[in-house]
């Protein structure tokens, strides 16, 4: 089969990790017979600098016209300015909001391999396997009056969280859809003891299960759901949450896995069902890593099992999706690291040389 994907690196590690994600994309392409058309474009700092905006009308153009879009990172130190007129990171949004890519679907796998690296106890982290969704596109991070104003009694700054019942329904949707798949277990994460939007959300999540009555529903306040990430992560399968609750949470989920460098994510505007094929933005979880940009040290799996759901969700491909997460499990299973994850007794690689080591597993694997 033929598919086109768009490449955007971004600044810091982005482009570093990206490169092995396509070339592990290549090799899928190689040992199971598709072709895939690269088209690659800037966002963020480096757009800023070579265009003078994070996302040109060209880079949208790509966002259209492609099936699936592999990202990697956006911002830095030299776009930090608080006085700068445009910013990285707004590229980021813009697209988001564009595709509209409305869950963000992050998966925390903790591999046997790597319990020992983890800055949880082992007990703790061990067969530790949850999906965080977050709501992408709605809530504080998007929803007006925002800004800041002059008043008699000093400046004041005002966000505003606002769901309409369809948004809070489509996502939730999507961890039900997800869990049904998986262990069969959704919680629903909220502050309904204060928040109106959480009222709300609680209401639609509970009607909603009616309609998936093989999967157990629980509703976490998010304070209680912080804590038990970190005492009994195990007990979860899949948690579904509003944007902002869900950024804090996804990030404290990754903190289980030994590093934030291995965890991918794709962001979709449909839900996820077997053999759907929507367009999809796919990513690492982290940032632009300036403290190694241009080391040749990031660890690239995050990028690289990014693809593996960018195949499986936006190009029907599950049988390929399954093959780059055994290879990534293969080489793990070599006693080969990154700098971020090596411990005593085992191989440190570049990035480069784990791409290289993945990329030859599936060759074996085909
Ligand atoms: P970060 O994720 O870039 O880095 C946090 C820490 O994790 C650093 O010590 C870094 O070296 C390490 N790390 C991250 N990815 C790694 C990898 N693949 N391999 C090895 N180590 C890795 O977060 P930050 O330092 O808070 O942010 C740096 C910049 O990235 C900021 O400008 C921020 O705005 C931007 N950022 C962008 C995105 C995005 O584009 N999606 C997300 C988060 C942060």
New binding site residues.
Partial sequence: MEFNIAVLG?????PE?TDQGVRVLEAVGRAFGHTFNLSYGDI?GISIDKHGTPLTDETIGLLDSNDAVL???????K??SPDAKVR??IG?LDMRAHMGVFANIRPVKVYSQLVESSVLKPDIVTGVDLVVVRELTGGLYYAEPRGRRETPNGIVAEDTMRYTEGEIERVVRVGFELARGRRKKLASVDKANVLECSRLWRTVATRLAAEYPDVELEHVLVDACAMQLIQRPIDYDVIVAENTFGDILSDEASMLAA???LLPSASLAGVPVAGMRSGGLY??????????AGKG??????SILSVALMVRYSLGLTEEGAAIELAVDQVLGQNVR???IVTEGTQQVSTVEMGDRVVAAIEQGS
């Fill in positions: 971004g600044d810091g590690i982005g990790v963020g990202f990697g990172a956006v911002g830095g130190p776009w930090d990285p990171e980021l590093s934030m460098g990513e690492p979880i982290h940032g632009t890593a300036p403290d190694i040290i990031a660890n690239p799996t995050g990154t700098a971020d």
